[in-house]
């Protein structure tokens, strides 16, 4: 059984920092893509970051860049998210998600990864 599990959300004040991680287990996901995506109240699931299969590619959201580093170890089968100069708008539940098929790049469409950890409450207050 495949699973992705996040942790290290909390309540972190503006400008702060906090560090996401995501730990697979039941298969490797060396060869595919591996991203962050987030969804706050009342708000559909947006894209935050995402991380080629051989980590010599990245994107991110335009609200996160310069701010939000995404990255990941194969020795560990983990994805990581390290957040800095948090703001209230980053507000949210934060999923970590994997695609099946491996293949070059990234997408920042939620319909191209099969698995999803069940999400880390990251919430910013001023």
């Known amino acids: 059984q495949v699973q992705l599990v996040e942790t290290g959300g909390g309540l972190v004040q503006a400008g702060g920092s906090l560090r996401l991680s995501c730990t697979a287990s039941?298969?490797?996901?060396?060869?595919?893509?591996m991203g962050w995506f987030r969804q706050a109240p009342g708000k559909e699931r947006e894209f935050v970051a995402a991380?080629?299969?051989?980590?010599?590619?990245?994107g991110y959201t335009d609200s996160v860049k310069g701010r939000f580093t995404i990255s990941r170890n194969h020795a560990e089968n983990a994805l990581y998210l390290e957040m800095d100069s948090l703001k209230l708008e980053d507000t949210a539940v934060y999923y970590c998600?994997?695609?099946?098929?491996?293949?070059?790049?990234?997408?920042?469409?939620?319909?191209?990864?099969?698995?999803w950890g069940q999400g880390t409450q990251v919430t910013v207050s001023s």
């Open positions: 998600a994997a695609e099946s098929i491996p293949r070059t790049g990234w997408r920042t469409s939620a319909n191209a990864y099969t698995y």
């Open positions: 039941g298969r490797t996901f060396y060869g595919n893509a």
């Open positions: 991380i080629s299969w051989n980590t010599g590619t990245t």
